[in-house]
């Protein structure tokens, strides 16, 4: 089996800075995409960066020059930097990510989810 837990979220004052982090164990072949998204109250879930097994990244506009997504592929680790907060930023940020295991096909994985929030 293959999990992604996600760690790192919190309460931030505006401006402030939080690191996500999201770590794939199990029996895992290759990772390719790994991304993160967010869900905040009432809206739906939407896609904030991603990171290819090549190195490509890509944001929504709203976060481009705020947050930063990398990856550590030994660690299968995918971290999101977040920084310059803002109270629009509060949401559940998930990780997602596609796997190939040892046996079995690509499937599509996705995190728990943690809690950022941003007020004064």
């Known amino acids: 089996q293959v999990h992604l837990v996600e760690s790192g979220g919190g309460l931030v004052q505006p401006g402030g800075s939080l690191r996500l982090s999201c770590a794939a164990s199990?029996?895992?072949?290759?990772?390719?995409?790994m991304g993160w998204y967010r869900q905040a109250p009432g809206k739906q879930r939407e896609l904030v960066a991603t990171?290819?097994?090549?190195?490509?990244?890509n944001y929504v506009n709203s976060v481009k020059g705020r947050f930063t997504i990398s990856r550590d592929n030994a660690k299968n680790t995918v971290y999101l930097q977040m920084s310059a907060l803002k109270p629009e930023d509060t949401a559940v940020y998930y990780c997602?990510?596609?796997?190939?295991?040892?046996?079995?096909?690509?499937?599509?994985?996705w995190g728990q989810g943690t809690q950022v929030t941003v007020s004064s």
């Open positions: 997602n990510a596609y796997i190939r295991p040892w046996t079995g096909t690509v499937d599509d994985y």
């Open positions: 199990g029996s895992i072949f290759s990772i390719g995409f």
């Open positions: 990171s290819t097994s090549g190195g490509s990244t």
